[in-house]
């Protein structure tokens, strides 16, 4: 009976492990265009299993390769209720270059995961755009990027306090991104490039997520540390059940 009891701790806390959800960012996805001076939205799908972790959450625009993410502004001053699905709008800032190498990120003062969407673009009140400058990631990965700016740094919110890991460079630094999920180390764990919008927790392929039915390598956000951490969890946990089987048996 004991062994019984042990074997079924072991298994419940693997697949406490594998259940464990975060905040998933919806839209922006793949080719959303914002204009500057118009609303930018933004979505997400609320984290359901935990009443504290993204409790409360805050969405900085940043922009930078995914090895440099550069914060830009925190567009909600207010935080934001992350254990429940949400949107969000705000007027879409000045920037430049006006291109497609920005993307938000998801925090919270409960958790060090982060979460992103993937690139898009702010136009000029004239819908005028330029390519971003580089085509591919510092690793090589095609997924373009460039390191953008406010046209008016001194409208800029700082990042968000008691967020461990925070990117806090409020100027153009090095370079763009690639993930939906990361952990607790921020610029390092960039997002990758996939054929799908969005990088679901817990799954090492792009998944769909709200409206957008794919995503372009050029903006692309994909699963970064945060899945390699969960798989690497559950690869121990798995093998710590099967020592608990073979010792029990």
Known sequence: MSARIALTAVLASVLFTVARADVVPSEPGPGYVGTQGSPCHIAWDGDKDSPTAWKTM????????????VHLTTVTTTPVDGTQSGTFDYPCPA???NSDIYFYQFTATGTTVKTWTTRFTITAPDGQTEDPANAKQPNGDPVPWGVGALVDPSTA?????GVSGTNSSS?????????????SSSSSSALSSSSSSFVA????VS?????????????GAASGMAVDKRVWQVAVALSACAMTFAVLL
């Open 157 to 161: 919110t700082p990042p968000p306090s």
């Open 171 to 183: 100027s153009a630094a090095p370079s763009g991104i690639s993930s939906v999920v990361s952990s």
């Open 201 to 204: 927790t817990r799954l090492p």
């Open 95 to 97: 920037v430049n270059p």
């Open 58 to 69: 805050s969405i900085e625009l940043m922009t930078g390769s995914n090895t440099a993410m």
């Open 207 to 219: 998944t769909t997520s709200s409206s957008s039915a794919s995503a372009s390598p050029s903006n």
